[in-house]
């Protein structure tokens, strides 16, 4: 991605800055940064390493990612102020990004989207970045990419986001839920979790299916063969392993759902990422 055209940062009124990681201004508790991972690398938000490969979308409140030293990290600072009213009235329709906009928060907040290099996600990204580096600024054009790319990531984040490598908007409830079971995905059960959160398991079956759209057994699958996929991209496990380390019982079971959701076999997964993603 060219950013020749970027005018040089400094901290003036702007509401909106792209550039290279660390490059940026600090944001503050409300700003929003957007960052981009051509090529696998590792950042981190605090205390917090995150594992990217190329492709991803990592959308991060209230805090800054910092990246290695050779990385070279595309990211773009949107300050509180570039988010007004219509903005916000546009969002009402995209429930991750209206909450993750509004809801304030104590820690930094984090999406991690896994997506391609080949996915319309990133191609939509390209075009907002390069949209923010033109001279002269148009903050109209950049509201509107900003909003297309926020419209394309709620509508594909049940099978992008990564729960378990997002920080989860834990002053709601199904936040709080969903984290819990990123973090005890292995050998949770629909009863064991809603004993943790003082829930009958029938009225807290109806319930997590209201919050979350899908129901618990579908999302706990979802979460075990996210994590199944990062172990298959980021280790040389063997695939055996993977099965038995993520919580499946039966390896034929985890063999058909896991090409159901993704469309290849676990094998076919890792030669893809071994030999570039998105090529």
């Known amino acids: 991605m060219s950013h020749s055209n970027t005018r040089p940062l400094t901290p ?15 944001p503050g508790r409300a700003d929003v940064q957007i960052h981009l ?20 979308i990592l959308i991060t409140k209230g805090g800054s990612l910092s ?17 007004d009213s219509l903005f916000l009235f546009q969002m009402t329709d995209c429930p991750i990004f209206y909450d993750f906009l ?24 390209q075009v907002l970045f390069y949209e923010a580096a033109k001279i002269p600024r148009s903050l109209k054009t950049v509201h509107a990419a900003e909003t297309l790319l926020f419209t394309n990531l709620n509508e594909i984040h049940r099978e992008r986001l ?25 050998d949770i059960t629909l009863e064991t979790t809603a004993e943790a959160f003082h829930y009958h398991p029938a009225y807290f079956s109806s319930w997590f299916k209201k919050h979350a759209g899908i129901t618990f057994q579908h999302q706990l699958l979802k979460i075990r063969l996210e994590q199944a996929r990062f172990l298959l ?47």
């Open 12 to 26: 003036d009124s702007s509401n909106y800055f792209p550039g290279i990681l660390p490059d940026l201004p600090v």
């Open 37 to 56: 991972t051509p090529e696998r690398c590792i950042l981190a938000l605090e205390n917090r390493q995150i594992t990217c490969a190329p492709g991803n």
């Open 67 to 83: 990246a290695e030293k050779e990385a070279r990290i595309p990211a773009l600072l949107l300050r509180e102020s570039f988010f």
């Open 102 to 125: 509004k809801t304030e928060a104590h820690s930094p907040r984090l999406l991690h989207f896994d997506c391609f290099l080949s996915d319309m996600s990133w191609t939509i990204a």
């Open 162 to 186: 990564l729960i378990g490598g997002s920080t989860m908007m834990t002053e709601h409830k199904i936040g709080e839920v969903l984290t819990y079971m990123s973090n005890h995905y292995r």
């Open 233 to 279: 991209r980021e280790t040389s496990l063997p695939v055996h392993t993977i099965i038995e380390e993520v919580g499946f019982e039966e390896k034929s079971y985890f063999h058909r759902c896991f090409k159901k959701e993704w469309g290849m076999t676990p094998l076919a997964y890792r030669k893809l990422c071994s030999g570039g993603r998105g090529d």
